[in-house]
């Protein structure tokens, strides 16, 4: 099993695909029984679609982005 620490360190690889099969897994393992971590995936992965979207964007326009992208998947709940 993973620990919080290694899943951090894992998470860009397991962002980028890059992972193993046996990677991914204990990954998923670990995000299924962490809500920490899941949180903290799911904030990598929104930081990520708006750094794709707007590769020029200077930083406080990117925290405002992703506040608002935040706050629309909430609602969508
Ligand atoms: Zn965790």
Redesign the pocket.
């Known amino acids: 099993m ?3 620490k290694q ?1 951090v360190e894992n998470s860009s690889d397991y962002l980028d695909a890059r992972l193993s099969l046996r990677g991914r897994l204990s990954v998923r393992l ?2 299924a ?2 809500f ?2 899941r949180r ?1 995936i799911r904030q990598m992965k929104l930081s990520q679609a708006v750094i794709q979207r707007m590769p020029e964007a200077p930083i406080a326009e990117l925290d405002a982005l992703a506040e608002k992208l935040a706050r629309q998947q909430q609602s969508r709940r």
């Open positions: 993973l620990t919080c899943l670990h995000l029984m962490c920490r971590c903290f």
